[in-house]
Every structure is written in structure tokens, then in C-alpha cells.
């Protein structure tokens, strides 16, 4: 028997990774090791939600449960940003 996992991922990094990206015209400073740190940081603010696709999370969530998730992602992001600022002694945004 043949097993693939590939498909399974923690749907929490494709949320944060297009973030990080999107807040990234923000903070011009922060070079792409900085930024890989920032989607670190914020990932392990997260709790792991594995899932095989990202629509099998969002159907079954209530509107409630998606503005919950989206508040857990802005706060990670907040403190991943402040947090590898701090080390490079640089005022995030």
C-alpha cells in the first residue's frame, strides 16, 4: 500500500506566508531572512491545524470561528514583526 502526505500541510502557513508577504511593502527594511524569521515567529504563536485541503477547515467554521482565526493571524503577525524588529533595533512599521 501506497501512502502520499503531501497534500497535508498546517493550514495556518499558506495564511501566514501571504501575509508576511503582504505587510512586507510595510516594513522596506526587513530583508528576506528577516521576513522568513517573522512567518517563523508568528507560526509558532499559532496552534498547528493540520489539514489535506484549506476548504475542509473553512466550510465546517462558522463566521465567528473565521473572525476568531483571523484575529489569532493579525496578533501573531503583530508580535512576529515587533519581536524580530527588536533584535535589529529597528521600529516595526
Same mark, same amino acid.
Given at each position: 500500500?501506497? %501512502?502520499?502526505?503531501?497534500? =497535508?500541510? +498546517?493550514?495556518?502557513?499558506?495564511?501566514?506566508?501571504?501575509?508576511?508577504?503582504?505587510?512586507?511593502?510595510? %516594513?522596506?527594511?526587513?530583508?528576506?531572512?528577516?521576513? !522568513?524569521?517573522?512567518?517563523? =515567529?508568528? #507560526? +509558532?504563536? #499559532?496552534?498547528?491545524?493540520?489539514?489535506?485541503?484549506?476548504?475542509?477547515?473553512?466550510?465546517?467554521? !462558522?463566521?465567528?470561528?473565521?473572525?476568531?482565526?483571523?484575529?489569532?493571524?493579525?496578533?501573531? #503577525?503583530?508580535?512576529? %514583526?515587533? %519581536?524580530? $524588529?527588536?533584535?535589529?533595533?529597528?521600529?516595526? $512599521?
Amino acid at each position: 500500500m501506497h %501512502f502520499n502526505f503531501e497534500e =497535508v500541510h +498546517n493550514y495556518y502557513e499558506r495564511v501566514v506566508f501571504e501575509e508576511v508577504v503582504r505587510r512586507s511593502e510595510y %516594513f522596506p527594511r526587513y530583508n528576506h531572512d528577516m521576513l !522568513t524569521d517573522v512567518a517563523c =515567529v508568528a #507560526l +509558532n504563536q #499559532l496552534p498547528a491545524r493540520y489539514v489535506r485541503h484549506d476548504v475542509d477547515l473553512i466550510f465546517y467554521m !462558522t463566521a465567528a470561528d473565521r473572525e476568531e482565526l483571523d484575529r489569532k493571524v493579525d496578533d501573531a #503577525l503583530n508580535f512576529a %514583526f515587533r %519581536f524580530v $524588529g527588536e533584535r535589529i533595533h529597528e521600529p516595526p $512599521g
